[in-house]
């Protein structure tokens, strides 16, 4: 059964600061997804990542794969009160069934 | 807004009883999953459905049913309820399937069994 961890599990920070959280698999992803949510939501996809060293950005938002692909990291430049939520990784597994495997997550605050 | 919605938003139910949470997906979306979210933890993958059969469920019992309609709409049903099942229910659907697929998830129904 594959494992995702995610650190740190909470984080509280100011508006303005630079923020990094990692995502680590017990085994290679087949497809690293990355979502926020927010309280009172479902998650909201961010971005698709498949191949190995993979950098996207989105605005403020970088994010890494691994060479391995079984590691990536997301980074936010100058986080914004509207950052606040929780991260979440996950492996998109296209078998018989798409399925997804969700990390523990790691929740932002973002103050003023 | 991801044009899919679920309903009750909350619900209270005790041990022993049975529920119904309901679903509605975009039109075109012939993919449906379930998923159980509990309190601090990712979401958890239940089942999944493609055009009214399931195709794959996760590692819940077999009291945690479905049924997928051709409307796009979807139900998750829940027997003998436990007190573990409290829980966010979140439903996701999806046109496409493949690596670069996305799935478009509801605002969930918090259910608390007492």
């Known amino acids: 059964t594959q494992l995702l961890e995610q650190s740190p599990q909470f984080l509280s920070i100011q508006e303005g600061e630079n923020l990094t959280v990692y995502c680590n698999s017990s085994?290679?992803?087949?497809?690293l997804q990355w979502y926020r949510q927010e309280p009172g939501e479902g998650p909201v996809l961010l971005v698709t990542?498949?191949?190995?060293?993979e950098v996207k950005k989105l605005k403020r938002l970088t994010f890494q794969f691994g060479d391995a692909r079984k590691d990536s990291s997301l980074h936010i430049t100058a986080a914004q009160p509207g950052d606040t939520g929780l991260y979440l990784c996950?492996?998109?597994?296209?078998?018989?069934?798409?399925?997804?495997?969700f990390g523990t997550g790691t929740r932002l605050q973002v103050t003023l | 807004e991801t044009g899919v919605t679920q309903s009750p938003t909350h619900l209270i139910k005790t041990r022993g009883q049975q529920v119904t949470l309901r679903c509605s997906s975009q039109?075109?979306?012939?993919?449906v999953s379930w998923y159980q979210q509990a309190l601090g933890q990712g979401p958890q993958f239940i089942f999944q459905?493609?055009?009214?059969?399931?195709?794959g469920r996760g590692n819940f019992p077999p009291r945690f049913s479905g049924l997928q309609f051709p409307n796009y709409s979807s139900e998750l049903n829940v027997n003998a309820l436990e007190l573990d099942d409290s829980a966010l229910y979140l439903c996701?659907?999806?046109?496409?399937?493949?690596?670069?697929?996305?799935?478009?998830f509801g605002p969930g129904t918090r259910l608390l069994v007492l």
């Open positions: 996701a659907s999806s046109y496409e399937r493949g690596l670069q697929e996305t799935q478009y």
């Open positions: 085994s290679v992803f087949s497809s």
């Open positions: 990542v498949v191949t190995g060293g």
């Open positions: 996950a492996d998109l597994n296209t078998g018989t069934a798409s399925k997804l495997t």
């Open positions: 039109s075109g979306h012939n993919t």
């Open positions: 459905y493609y055009r009214e059969e399931e195709n």
